[in-house]
């Protein structure tokens, strides 16, 4: 497989800023964001997909810990 070229590459970014602008835009409701989502995955490499999605995944993580609205899960098991 070769590497995408360049403009394959800002096609690709492009179509994710897009995708991610709409989950903002919806609070992550990617049903509203059908369209664009099929658009990013025809864009990308499968591969850069799944890289972009955990990348999106962690940076929201982020946010809500550096908020402190992060609240671990409440667990009673005792060992």
Not at 11 to 33: K, M, N, T, Y
Not at 66 to 77: D, K, L, R
Request: net charge positive; aromatic share 14%; with cysteine.
């Amino acid at each position: 497989m070769a590497a995408p070229t360049m403009k394959e590459r800002q096609v690709c970014w492009g179509a994710r800023d897009e995708f991610w602008r709409c989950l903002d835009e919806h609070a992550d409701d990617a049903s509203r964001c059908q369209a664009l989502r099929r658009s990013f995955e025809a864009s990308c490499p499968q591969q850069w997909i799944k890289y972009f999605d955990k990348r999106r995944d962690y940076l929201k993580f982020k946010e809500k810990f550096e908020a402190g609205q992060f609240q671990p899960p409440n667990t009673s098991a005792k060992s």
